[in-house]
């Protein structure tokens, strides 16, 4: 099946840093990606889907100013949690999708954010 | 709004013991419904899924059945194995769009 992977798995930065997380599809095109954040023994919950080439379209109540997205490329999305603090410590998932109609999605490993 | 709501965990068995996992659903139109599992480390697969009414979607000795009369998509499994230790997440796709709505996941442990 078709493979996204996340990088990093893991990352630690301090409070007020901003740090990036990539996602990439591996063997597919991905006209759409996904982001979501999952809080412990908690949902996944979406906050933004991006088209290659266009801005993403955020959830309510998520900051687009704070979580920026980019979806420069067919095979890469970026978050960037700017100005980090502890209450955006979380599991952050992308997931992608082919287009042309196709509504599975492939989920990444996902990224483990802890702001100190 | 859609919303999911499943079960809670943590499930415990024993191998070859029957699973069952309750899903039931809130949404408008006719959603296509999904049963993604994540392993212990990896990201989620899909598992399963049913697109229209009393579909039955199945993989892996998983079922399914798209039950829109009580607005359900419970999972079973006749005979679990160790191997499917992993958490289970409900999910449904809006008719209008491309979104997911996740359940809360059920974390399944098959015990020897």
């Known amino acids: 099946g078709a493979v996204v992977s996340q990088h990093p798995s893991r990352v630690i930065c301090k409070s007020g ?7 990439r599809s591996l063997d597919f095109q991905a006209t759409t ?6 809080f412990p023994k908690k949902s996944l919950m979406l906050m933004a889907t991006s088209n ?3 801005k993403a379209t955020y959830e309510q109540g998520v900051e687009k100013d704070k979580f920026l997205i980019n979806h420069a490329s067919l095979t890469l999305s970026t978050l960037t949690v700017t100005s980090a603090h502890p209450e955006d410590s979380s599991f952050y998932i992308c997931s992608a999708s082919g287009g042309q109609g196709e509504d599975e999605q492939y989920f990444g490993p996902g990224t483990r954010l802890t702001v100190t | 709004g859609n919303s999911v709501t499943q079960m809670e965990g943590p499930v415990t068995l024993s191998e070859e013991a029957f699973l069952t996992i309750n899903c039931t659903y809130t949404a ?3 959603p296509s419904l999904f049963w993604y599992v994540q392993y212990p480390g990896e990201g989620l697969q899909l598992l399963l899924k049913a697109t229209k009414a009393d579909d039955k979607g199945s ?3 998983f079922e399914a059945t798209y039950r829109k009369e009580t607005t359900s998509f419970h999972l079973e499994k006749g005979s679990v194995q160790v191997s499917d230790s ?5 999910a449904l796709m809006g008719a ?13 442990l098959v015990k020897p």
């Not at chain 1, 840093?17 to 996602?23: A, D, L, M």
């Not at chain 2, 992993?86 to 409900?90: E, P, S």
Request: charge should be positive; proline fraction near 0%.
């Open chain 2, 86 to 90: 992993a958490v289970y997440f409900c």
């Open chain 1, 17 to 23: 840093t901003s740090v990036k997380i990539e996602c």
């Open chain 2, 59 to 61: 993989n892996k000795g």
């Open chain 1, 33 to 38: 990606m996904f982001w979501y954040r999952q």
């Open chain 2, 96 to 108: 209008a769009g491309n979104k997911l709505t996740f359940g809360g996941g059920t974390r399944v």
């Open chain 2, 28 to 30: 408008t139109g006719y």
């Open chain 1, 52 to 54: 290659e080439g266009s």
